[in-house]
């Protein structure tokens, strides 16, 4: 089945792209450096077909007051704001024109703006490529379906915390809302650029 995209309602979301996950940090991923070359592709196509493009960056204060419950689980001390590795990695930057939330919690939209920007740029359709899939973006693709909006993930463009999870996370966006799991080859065709 051939995959569309509306290009004037749909925005390009990349997902905590930030330094430590390809130069290493407290948090296990797997699958960056195979994400890495793809992301970069997919950021080329979007900016060609001038599709807004939002970018977040998980980044907590030094003091670690705003982590709650985030570190009950597997995850250890990440992202703190003193943290060269928490800066969004060089090669998947924003550039002038594109926009970028910070936010302290797993989902983009959760106690950010992302909804308020969404509505003025007013798209209904996201694309979500990132870090970690079975965290990060499986949440924000869940708030998304809450809120009405359709997505879809670049299934080859997220690193997870590993591949079982990883896996399991695509399978869960999948059963949300059928053909969400696209491939970065369907999202450059859809934008009709070629590598």
């Given at each position: 089945?051939?995959?569309?995209?509306?290009?004037?309602r749909?925005?390009?979301?990349?997902?905590?792209?930030?330094?430590?996950?390809?130069?290493?940090?407290?948090?296990?991923?797997?699958?960056?450096?195979?994400?890495?070359?793809?992301?970069?592709?997919?950021?080329?196509?979007?900016?060609?077909?001038?599709?807004?493009?939002?970018?977040?960056?998980?980044?907590?204060?030094?003091?670690?007051v705003?982590?709650?419950?985030?570190l009950?689980?597997?995850e250890?001390?990440?992202?703190?704001?003193?943290?060269?590795?928490?800066?969004?990695?060089?090669?998947?930057a924003?550039?002038?024109?594109?926009?970028?939330?910070?936010?302290?919690?797993?989902?983009?939209?959760?106690?950010?703006?992302l909804?308020?920007?969404?509505?003025?740029?007013?798209?209904d359709?996201?694309?979500l490529?990132?870090?970690?899939?079975?965290?990060?973006?499986?949440?924000?693709?869940?708030?998304?379906?809450?809120?009405?909006?359709?997505?879809?993930?670049?299934?080859?463009?997220?690193?997870?915390?590993?591949?079982?999870?990883?896996?399991?996370?695509?399978?869960a966006?999948?059963?949300?809302?059928?053909?969400?799991?696209?491939?970065?080859?369907?999202?450059?065709?859809?934008?009709?650029?070629?590598?």
């Amino acid at each position: 089945m051939k995959f569309n995209l509306d290009l004037k309602r749909t925005a390009l979301i990349s997902i905590d792209f930030q330094t430590y996950v390809f130069t290493g940090g407290s948090l296990a991923i797997v699958g960056a450096a195979e994400v890495l070359p793809k992301a970069k592709q997919v950021l080329v196509a979007a900016r060609q077909a001038k599709l807004p493009i939002i970018h977040t960056q998980e980044v907590h204060r030094k003091q670690m007051v705003d982590f709650g419950r985030e570190l009950d689980g597997a995850e250890q001390i990440h992202c703190l704001e003193t943290w060269p590795g928490t800066e969004i990695y060089k090669e998947l930057a924003p550039i002038e024109g594109e926009f970028v939330i910070v936010k302290r919690r797993y989902s983009c939209f959760f106690s950010t703006d992302l909804e308020i920007l969404l509505r003025g740029l007013k798209v209904d359709t996201l694309v979500l490529m990132g870090t970690m899939t079975n965290v990060c973006v499986h949440y924000t693709a869940v708030d998304a379906h809450q809120r009405d909006y359709y997505f879809h993930v670049i299934a080859d463009c997220c690193a997870g915390s590993d591949w079982e999870a990883h896996c399991s996370a695509l399978k869960a966006m999948e059963y949300l809302q059928a053909g969400a799991c696209i491939s970065h080859t369907d999202f450059l065709k859809a934008t009709m650029f070629s590598v």
